[in-house]
T-cell receptor, first 114, second 117 residues
């Protein structure tokens, strides 16, 4: 089924550890986004990409890095995890057509940093 | 930068009551508007969206929303809620991010709806 796939679905990290979250889409979408969801805060944009090889900062980029080496993949990295990064992370993608701003979301990654 | 305000943090209703969740946004240009629902433990699902045309938009599960441009609002309504509507609801606006040309989706903080049988 076409869509956005996030791996892993769950992860527990110790403070200071590093990890990479993978987002893969098979819809040939140009735009990809990483959000984090925290109680009472809604979803906040971490980083985004407007095409292969491009990345840009969103609303809450500190402590995260991203890469878009292939059009279908958007990686979110935590170099040194902190308890404040405990959250649910959602990836989304959309196409570039003017009249098509439909976003497709992944099912989320629940990350706990202890 | 654009912002989205959802007026109610938590709404508690009895089954069959009518629902209206408020959403206001700050961007003055052309926007696309969305309502998403998140059931407990699940990911986001699209309820409805507005791109252009008829400002009264009908979505899934009996939900509808009305875009009122003059009020910068996109309120969600349902005439009669069910216990299964218990979830968190997010309003979102697709608009250009300040300082960049790319459209981005900005979310409100969400409204939790609890429906009592």
């Amino acid at each position: 089924n076409a869509g956005v796939t996030q791996t892993p679905k769950f992860r527990v990290l110790k403070t200071g550890q590093s990890m990479t979250l993978l987002c893969a889409q098979d819809m040939n979408h140009e735009y990809m986004y990483w959000y984090r969801q925290d109680p009472g805060m809604g979803l906040r944009l971490i980083h985004y990409s407007v095409g292969e090889g491009t990345t840009a900062k969103g609303e809450v980029p500190d402590g995260y890095n991203v890469s878009r080496l292939k059009k279908q993949n958007f990686l979110l990295g935590l170099e040194s995890a902190a308890p404040s990064q405990t959250s649910v992370y959602f990836c989304a993608s959309r196409g570039s057509a003017v009249n098509n701003y439909g976003y497709t979301f992944g099912s989320g990654t629940r990350l706990t940093v202890v | 930068a654009q912002s989205v305000s959802q007026h109610n943090h938590h709404v508690i209703l009895s089954e069959a009551a009518s629902l209206e969740l408020g959403c206001n946004y700050s961007y003055g240009g052309t926007v696309n508007l969305f309502w998403y629902v998140q059931y407990p433990g699940q990911h986001l699902q699209l309820l409805l969206k507005y791109f252009s045309g008829d400002p009264l938009v009908k979505g899934i599960k009996g939900f509808e929303a009305e875009f009122i441009k003059s009020k910068f609002s996109f309120n969600l309504r349902k005439p009669s809620v069910q216990w299964s509507d218990t979830a968190e609801y997010f309003c979102a606006v697709n608009a250009p991010r300040s300082g960049a040309g790319s459209y981005q989706l900005t979310f409100g903080k969400g409204t939790k709806l609890s429906v009592i049988p």
